[in-house]
């Protein structure tokens, strides 16, 4: 008998299970949630268009109301800076990541190369490429600009050292680095998924074009003048 009293006063000292789940785990689910609504909205934005793509769009891709996601954000336009400011923090992990792995300048150089167009892939890489500064206010503007201008100078650091390692002609850095930058960005205005070259094989050939270039050589015979910058500078002497 005493056993029997025991077990039912600690059923009934026992706290119930609450239905509600920790502040942390709801705050994660938010992130979460947020993060879908960033995602399916930079999808849509690549491929409608800013202006054309509506809230109501969004909502209905995500199976939500439309008053559901301003649990998330504010407006369409705080949407946009989102996407574009990911985008861009995505380049300068990628970067720094491979300035964190070390090796010559221009093993960092096309690492780097890769990752950009990696990302110019990605949904929110596009919405870096496709979207206009004009787009925004003054001060997002100023920051997304920082932002950009932190990888031109990254290029420029990496193309400065490969020319003083002697694995790159002499050039201009700043005009390397706007030609590498503008051509591997044009990636992301035509890049389809299902295309018929993957990221990888895009990032493969545009690495060996813009660092060696498209004119075909012939064998050495005797010395050659330098092109600015015609690409990564050959091991080989012209015989004398």
């Not at 792995?101 to 096309?110: F, S």
């Not at 002609?169 to 044009?186: E, R």
């Amino acid at each position: 008998m005493p056993q029997k009293k025991s077990a039912s006063k600690a059923a009934q000292t026992s706290p119930p299970t609450s239905p509600w789940v920790p502040a942390s785990a709801r705050e994660q689910q938010r992130e979460t949630k947020r993060n879908a609504v960033l995602s399916t909205a930079a999808q849509l934005f690549n491929e409608r268009g800013f202006h054309a793509t509506s809230l109501d769009d969004i909502a209905a891709r995500l199976n939500v109301s439309k008053p559901t996601l301003y649990y998330y954000v504010k407006n369409k336009d705080q949407i946009l800076i989102e996407c574009v400011r990911k985008g861009l923090q995505m380049m300068h992990q990628g970067i720094e990541e491979t300035r964190r792995a070390g090796g010559k300048a221009i093993d960092q150089l096309m690492a780097c190369m890769r990752v950009y167009t990696r990302i110019v892939t990605l949904d929110f890489g596009m919405c870096v490429i496709r979207v206009s500064d004009d787009e925004f206010e003054p001060d997002s503007r100023k920051e997304l600009r920082r932002l950009k201008s932190g990888i031109d100078m990254e290029f420029r650091r990496l193309v400065t050292a490969g020319i003083a390692e002697g694995s790159l002609q002499p050039c201009d850095p700043k005009m390397a680095a706007f030609v590498i930058a503008g051509a591997l960005s044009w990636i992301g205005r035509w890049y389809e998924a299902d295309g018929e070259y993957s990221a990888e094989e895009i990032a493969t050939q545009f690495n060996a074009m813009l660092l060696n270039g498209v004119l075909r050589r012939k064998p050495e015979t005797s010395a050659a003048p330098a092109v600015a910058c015609g690409g990564v500078r050959s091991k080989s002497r012209a015989k004398k």
